[in-house]
């Protein structure tokens, strides 16, 4: 048996969960920042990491007290080492080499993106789980599995032997689908954090409403990129840019966080998402997120094939990262999961989004194994998953 105290900091959510056996969540706490940089429209990396310095200790002791363990009962200490903003990383880190250190208990780094796939092996029977129900298998017979990472950050397809085996299949060549999902809200004026809103928005929409790109990259590829998706809801929502040498006309508006055209200037359009009905803007909504999940599921489907052209075909599908919690990705998935009779493995809401379970949880696996870090685990702000 073990007991693990997880640490996470590495963007925007202060967190600490206690596992038990790499499973059993006995606390899940998360302490987000979002009413900091809410008027940013963004994570601002160094208000993050000052309050990351501010939370982190009082989330642990929070965590520990709904685990109801002794600090000294623990077993290990472990730590989303990467990939992350570096200024928020090394707040996690520095507390998890003091506790492992003071405790005279390993430490154990774990790559936060490796830990968005674990987290659909997770029970949680905390109090705070939306829907306390019990995962039904443990993933190892299910390797080996093909993985989706869909997050703020990474947008990536892995051929998943174990927890902390996976070999890169495909990734975004640009954005993110959580950072488009995030850019797409801004031009949508939906507000912030953008992805959930987004998501809300379009439950209210027709996805039929506009036809938008729906990348490919080629017939074989299996990357991902969103850009060209983004400028297309773009130019939908607000007609294509005016011609550069017009006069500016009081009415014409530029739009925050929109791509630069030319030497400086932003590009200046006769209309923003102000100007559209609720229903106008809902159907743009609906016809970006209905593009953005047709284009991961049609990628999940050519991978398969690859996977069962060159070895065995996957025993499962499993996905992770934030972009996991929405609503028509998850209704798709497990469509997708019936019609090519593969089990579809995906964290409930809550632990889709960063939290520390899936850290400790993770850790239960390299402890096992006896992969273990010394006070010298560098943070590093890009995966180890390329
Ligand atoms: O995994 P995560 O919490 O942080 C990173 O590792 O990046 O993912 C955050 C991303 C954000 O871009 C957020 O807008 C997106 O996940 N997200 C969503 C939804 N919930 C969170 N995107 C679309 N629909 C959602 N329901
Ligand atoms: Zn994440």
Redesign the pocket.
């Given at each position: 048996m073990s007991l693990i105290l997880g640490l996470e900091t590495?963007?925007d959510?202060t967190a600490a969960s206690v596992v038990k056996d790499g499973q059993t969540l006995l606390s899940n706490v998360v302490s987000t920042q979002h009413d900091l940089h809410k008027r940013f429209g963004g994570v601002v990396p160094e208000i993050a990491s000052r309050a990351h310095l501010q939370r982190l200790w009082p989330v642990v002791c929070a965590a520990i007290d709904q685990a109801k363990v002794d600090l000294t009962e623990l077993d290990a200490i472990a730590v989303g080492n990467r990939p992350g903003l570096i200024g928020s990383l090394i707040v996690g880190a520095s507390a998890a080499k003091a506790l492992a250190w003071s405790l005279g208990i390993p430490l154990i780094g774990i790559d936060?993106v490796q830990a968005?796939l674990y987290a659909a092996a997770l029970q949680d029977t905390t109090a705070q789980a939306p829907n306390p129900t019990p995962h039904p298998s443990p993933l190892k017979p299910l390797f080996p599995a093909l993985g989706l990472v869909v997050?703020?950050?990474?947008t990536s397809i892995y051929k998943v032997t174990s927890p902390i085996e996976m070999k890169l299949l495909g990734r975004t060549i640009d954005d993110a689908v959580?950072?488009a999902?995030?850019k797409a809200a801004v031009i949508l004026q939906a507000g912030y954090?953008?992805?959930?809103n987004?998501?809300k928005l379009a439950q209210q929409g027709d996805p039929a409403a506009h036809k938008l790109p729906r990348p490919m990259l080629g017939p074989d590829s299996l990357d991902f990129s969103f850009s060209g998706l983004k400028t297309a809801l773009l130019y939908a929502t607000r007609g294509h840019p005016l011609p550069r040498n017009r006069p500016r006309n009081p009415s014409t508006k530029t739009v925050p966080n929109t791509p630069r055209s030319g030497r400086g200037n932003k590009p200046t359009f006769a209309r923003d998402a102000s100007d559209l009905t609720q229903q106008q803007r809902a159907d743009l909504a609906a016809s970006f997120q209905a593009a953005v999940v047709d284009t991961l599921i049609t990628k999940l489907r050519r991978a398969i094939k690859h996977l069962s052209d060159s070895g065995p075909r996957p025993n499962a599908l499993i996905v992770g990262?934030?972009?996991s919690?929405?609503?028509l990705l998850r209704q798709r998935v497990q469509d997708f999961g019936q019609r090519e009779s593969i089990p579809v493995c995906i964290p409930p809401l809550d632990l889709?989004?960063?939290n520390a379970a899936m850290i400790a949880g993770l850790a239960h696996t390299k402890l096992v194994i006896g992969d273990i870090d010394d006070l010298s685990l560098p943070v590093i702000a890009t995966t180890a998953m390329v």
């Open positions: 590495s963007c959510e936060h968005h997050s703020g950050g990474h959580g950072e999902y995030d954090p953008g992805g959930p987004l998501d990262g934030g972009v919690a929405n609503s889709c989004v960063d």
